[in-house]
Structure formats: C-alpha cells, structure tokens
C-alpha cells in the first residue's frame, strides 16, 4: 500500500469519528396536515422504568435520521394529563419529533395519596424535571431506539404548565432551543427576559372571557411583552382555552363553568389539526432549522382556518 493511501484512510477514519453519523430530520411540508412520519406511543414508568417523572413519548416508528424533544407539560402546572392531549403531541411527532408529554402529579407518585383527586406538590417540583431531563438522555434513546438531537430540544406546554415550561427555561438557559405556549399563564414572568430564546405565544378570544382560563396581564399577550426577539404571538378567533383537548376531557371542560368553549363543535377535528400545525410551524423552524416554516404563522393566507384576529412577529433579531 501506498503512504498516501494509507494516510487518507487515516483522515476518512478521523472523519468518521468525529463525524455524527445521522443528520437531523428536517420536514419541508406543510405543517397543517399529518406528518410524513407514522408514529406511536410508549408510557415511560416510575414503577417500571425508574424514570423520576411518569411520561408519554410519542415518537416516529422509524430511525429517519435524529429527532429533536419537546417537552410538554398540560394545563393546571401539568395536573391535566398529557395523554389528554394525545391527538395534538402524536401529531406534531409526525413531523419528525420526539413529544414527551410529562405527568409530574401522577397518582400512583404521590407517597400514599393514589387515591386522591387533590393535587400534590409534585407539581412544582422544577427538579424532578430536570432529573427527568438527566434520565432521558441517558435511557430514551434506547427505551425508543431512535437516534436523539438533543441538541434540537424544545419545550410545549398549554395553560399553566406553561409557568412549569417557564421556570424550565428561566433556571437553565441552554437545555432548551425554543419554546411554544399555548395559551399560557404565568404568575411568576414579572421582568422582561435578557437572553434570546425563540417563542412563541398563541392565544384564542374566548379564553379571555371567563377567568380562570386566560387572565389578562398573566396570558399569551404578556408572555409575548415580557419576551425579546425571535418572539411571534397570535390570537384567534372563534375558539377558547379547552378546544384543543381530546375530545373525552373536551367533554369534561364542557360540562364545567370555568372555560368558555366554541360553538362550532363541528369544526373541532379541524381545529386540533390547526393547532398542532401552529405549535408544529414553530418548532420546524427553530429545532429543525427550517425557517421557511415559519410562514404558516406569520401568513394568515396559509392558515387552513379563517379565525385570525392578530399577528404580532418580531423574528429578524
């Protein structure tokens, strides 16, 4: 053998390990209909798995390259189960992402009350979050066998498990690549934030018309104000704060007085799909690099529904 040739194997070996050896799946299609990826579901225990908080992954069934992690934490400080919003998380995973829809108050973790409805603490125990985080990275790859971005991780929430995703984000500032709140409250954002992560607020005008659901100064109009450059904030019309839930705890929030609901209960299906293409766009764009997504936000000619009411963007930092 030749010393160059052997030299160039040398070089081709170098680039093999320092070379990662999947690219991150990038979607190009239209955010508003199902992925081009079939997904499926796993339950991460605290019981079987010793995973520190009870999750959901939803999750391409093929290793199409790495995908980016979103966690989502549901309404009430993630008191409302993420499996109360399997059709948005599964649907978002088609476009190439790994959901994990995070249960920090799950009964059977709550030290001898499983049988109570009453909320613990667990809920805002920011700890256990990041634990769970530790956790993940070292068991989801091979819990799911597929390849992990995680330097593409983002965070989803909706309601006050937006102040969970908040705090997340607040107290490390690395971790997360970007951020989407849907319909969010939070207490705890007093003063405008000084670092840059990309966010996105989305806001309907019927959560704002029966408190508690979306209180003005605390709400989606807020977390917009209180952000800085890349931020996008939108308000739709038409639908209210328990619209994008499931259907069975859709039925639940109905027969409640707290959160007024639409009166196009026909146009439901459609809706969900509206905003999972919303959360979706965002996360395209920033965890996938695929800016040209964003337009399905920002252009409301794209938008498969007619419910706009505002557009506030402010992304060329």
């Known amino acids: 053998m030749r010393y160059p040739d052997i030299f160039c194997g040398v070089l081709f070996a170098l680039f093999l390990l320092v070379s990662p050896l999947t690219t991150v799946f990038v979607n190009n299609g239209n955010p508003f209909v199902n992925g081009p990826l079939n997904?499926?579901?796993?339950?991460?225990?605290?019981?079987?798995?010793?995973?520190?908080?009870?999750?959901?992954?939803?999750?391409p069934t093929v290793n199409n390259g790495s995908f980016g992690v979103i966690f989502f934490v549901g309404g009430f400080y993630g008191v409302i189960w993420s499996e109360n919003y399997s059709d948005i998380l599964s649907k978002i995973a088609s476009h190439g992402f790994i959901v994990i829809g995070m249960d920090p108050d799950w009964p059977a973790d709550r030290n001898g009350l499983s049988s109570s409805t009453i909320p613990s603490a667990n809920y805002r125990d920011m700890d256990k979050y990041f634990k769970m985080y530790d956790w993940l990275k070292g068991n989801l790859a091979k819990k799911l066998n597929l390849d992990v971005a995680w330097d593409r991780a983002g965070t989803l929430c909706h309601s006050a498990g937006c102040d969970n995703t908040l705090q997340l984000v607040m107290m490390n500032q690395t971790i997360f690549k970007a951020s989407v709140w849907l319909e969010p409250f939070s207490a705890s954002l007093k003063t405008p934030i000084n670092f840059t992560h990309p966010g996105y607020a989305y806001g309907t005008q019927l959560s704002e018309e029966i408190i508690p659901c979306a209180i003005p100064g605390y709400d989606y109009r807020h977390y917009y104000k209180m952000w800085k450059c890349p931020r996008i904030m939108t308000e739709i019309s038409t639908f209210g704060h328990c619209d994008l839930l499931n259907p069975t705890f859709w039925e639940a929030c109905r027969s409640l007085p707290?959160?007024?609901?639409?009166?196009?209960?026909?146009?439901?299906?459609?809706?969900?799909?509206f905003v999972q293409g919303m959360a979706t766009a965002f996360l395209m764009g920033y965890l996938q690099n695929n800016t040209q997504a964003l337009q399905y936000i920002t252009r409301k000619e794209l938008w498969p529904l007619d419910i706009y009411m505002e557009i506030d963007v402010d992304i060329k930092c």
């Open 39 to 59: 997904v499926t579901s796993k339950t991460l225990s605290i019981l079987k798995d010793k995973s520190p908080i009870k999750a959901t992954a939803y999750f």
């Open 258 to 273: 707290l959160c007024k609901i639409t009166k196009d209960i026909k146009q439901l299906p459609e809706y969900r799909m």
